[in-house]
Structure formats: structure tokens, C-alpha cells
């Protein structure tokens, strides 16, 4: 087993260059127990692991033995060296890469409608890593069919939307593209829903048991009236005043929960 304590090796770079990944073509960084284990229980493909070197073995010994079961690449680190790849503050005892999927394409978009009665969220403007990573978990606790994250939004694969999905990302069927998304929905008869803050339906008057798609914007600009304007419906979640709005994520997970409730 490789053991590294330089930060200038060449797997202490591909690490950064999946912490910044500025290309769609890096890979995903996954820091941390629960998100390794996460991607073993949904079978993705791990790169290569490394294992801080002083880690807990005890609490390491059921992981080290599923990556050594799916003969995953496995190396130690230093200290140093854990703290140069890990992008949390108090580095983790255990990182890893996976390859990212190709989320742009027909087939890329068509996984989101083909199962089930579709329910798909479709992000515009979503620049919070962190609410995107939110609404990916949140798509998939609901049994939404899956999320286009959207034009203008952050990177769903960047290691704060990873952790803030909880593994969600892995899982839930992803596409990139706002229009793409749109076209979709249409071809698989979806009714559109955009949703808005005020002077929308309100939400507990649809009926999201047909197949749905729903519009969800970014926090401050919302969505283009070009956008609103094709949608077949515009729908507000019912606020107290003096609240003006949600932030997205929080949008997408009552609408998505309304959408549940009717379903069930």
C-alpha cells in the first residue's frame, strides 16, 4: 500500500483538481466516512481512497474491508498531506474519487422521466452549492424521478453539493440543462409548473399526481419571465406576511412534499 507525505505528489494534485473542478471532465471528490460509504452501497465506481495514515482503525475496520472486498485502489497519507486533499477545515479520515457522469445529452435528461410517473425538479439560476446539493437530497427523500439542476447553477458534483446531497447526488438521476429539461418534460407530458412567490396557485390547489415538472429559481432573481411565461401553470406556496420568499431549497422541498402527499 502506498503511503504519501509530499504534497507535491501527482494524487495530492488530481485531489485539488477535483476540489476546484473547473472542468466537467474532473472527478468528484468524496470526503469522508459517510459519503464513501455511500457511493460502495450504490455501486459507484471509486477512482482511488486514501486513508489518513493515523485514522481510528476501529472505526475504519468495516469500510477498509468493503474497499479492499471491491478491490478499490487504497493508499495512506500524512497528516500534511490529508490536510492538502480534504477541503473541510479538520481534514477526514478518509477521501476518495469517482468518475462524474455525463450530464449533458438526450439519454442524460430522458433517465429523469422514464421511470414511474414522473416528478422532476428543474433548477434555473441555483448558485448555492449548498441549495443544490439540498434539493438533490431533498428530490430523492420525496421519490422524485429526478433533478435538472439547471443553466446558471452551481456545480452539482462540487464537494459542497456532494456533502450537502449526503450521497443524493450519486443516485438520483441528474441533467444539466434548464431548456433541455423544458423540452423533456413536454415530450413526456408533463404538465410545467413555475413556481413563484406571490400571485401563483396555490400549491395545495394542483394536482401533482399527473406527471409534473417543476421550475424551481434562484434565490434573488427568481426565474426569467421568459421561463414563467411557457410554463402551464404558476404556483406559490402560501406565506405569512411580512415573508416575502424562500430560498430554494426550501421551495423545492414543500412543493416536492405536497407532490408526495397527493401521490400517496
Known amino acids: 500500500m502506498q503511503h504519501i507525505t509530499s504534497r507535491q505528489n501527482p494524487i495530492v494534485a488530481r485531489y485539488r483538481a477535483a476540489r476546484e473542478r473547473k472542468a466537467d471532465t474532473d472527478p468528484i471528490l468524496l ?12 455501486n459507484v465506481p471509486l477512482r482511488d481512497v486514501v486513508v489518513a495514515r493515523d485514522a481510528d482503525r476501529d472505526e475504519m475496520r468495516e469500510l477498509l474491508a468493503r474497499l479492499s472486498h471491491a478491490h478499490v485502489e487504497l493508499r495512506t497519507a500524512s497528516p500534511a498531506v490529508m490536510s492538502a486533499i480534504s477541503p473541510v477545515r479538520s481534514p477526514s479520515p478518509v477521501v476518495a474519487l469517482t468518475d462524474a457522469p455525463d450530464l449533458d445529452g438526450d439519454a442524460a435528461v430522458a433517465r429523469l422521466f422514464e421511470r414511474g410517473t414522473p416528478l422532476v425538479v428543474i433548477g434555473h439560476g ?18 422524485a424521478t429526478g433533478v435538472v439542476v439547471g443553466t446558471a447553477s452551481a456545480d452539482p458534483f462540487g464537494w459542497k453539493a456532494v456533502r450537502a446531497s449526503m450521497g443524493s447526488v450519486l443516485r438520483l438521476p441528474l441533467a444539466a440543462d434548464t431548456a433541455a429539461g423544458l423540452d423533456a ?10 413556481m413563484l412567490p406571490h400571485e401563483g396557485k396555490p400549491i395545495y390547489e394542483e394536482d ?6 417543476i421550475v424551481v429559481g434562484s434565490e434573488g432573481a427568481g426565474l426569467p419571465a421568459g421561463l414563467i411565461d411557457s410554463a402551464d401553470e404558476r404556483a406559490t406556496i402560501p406565506m405569512q406576511t411580512p415573508v416575502e420568499s424562500l430560498n430554494a431549497a426550501v421551495t423545492a422541498a414543500i412543493v416536492l412534499y405536497e407532490a408526495r402527499r397527493q401521490r400517496i
Open 208 to 213: 401533482f399526481r399527473r406527471p409534473t415538472a
Open 126 to 143: 441555483i448558485q448555492d452549492p449548498g441549495n443544490v446539493g439540498a434539493i438533490v437530497r431533498v428530490a430523492e427523500a420525496a421519490g
Open 185 to 194: 418534460a413536454r415530450r413526456y407530458g408533463c404538465r410545467i409548473i413555475a
Open 31 to 42: 470526503d469522508g466516512v459517510h459519503l464513501v460509504r455511500e457511493a460502495l452501497d450504490a
